[in-house]
């Protein structure tokens, strides 16, 4: 898989907190830093979000997007 954006950042799911819309994934990163994206509950169901999945932080101006391969 390709993507045009170049702040990628692979990390684990510490945790998934799942909304009545909206689903905020908590991703730690390697060295222990976290970094947090709200995406729609549907993405994260989609995306087969849980705990301790490897995903990647897509940064792309002010949005992070999460991505699995």
């Known amino acids: ?3 045009s954006a170049r702040n990628i950042l692979k ?3 510490k945790e998934v907190k799942h909304g009545m ?3 905020e994934v908590d991703i730690e ?5 976290e ?3 709200v995406i729609t509950k549907h993405s994260a169901e989609t995306l087969k979000l849980a705990k ?4 990647y932080a897509v940064i792309k101006a002010s949005n992070v997007m999460i991505m699995v391969d």
């Open 1 to 3: 898989m390709k993507i």
């Open 11 to 13: 990390g684990k799911v």
């Open 21 to 23: 819309v909206d689903t």
């Open 29 to 33: 990163l390697p060295g222990g830093a």
């Open 35 to 37: 970094i947090i994206s």
């Open 52 to 55: 301790g999945k490897e995903v």
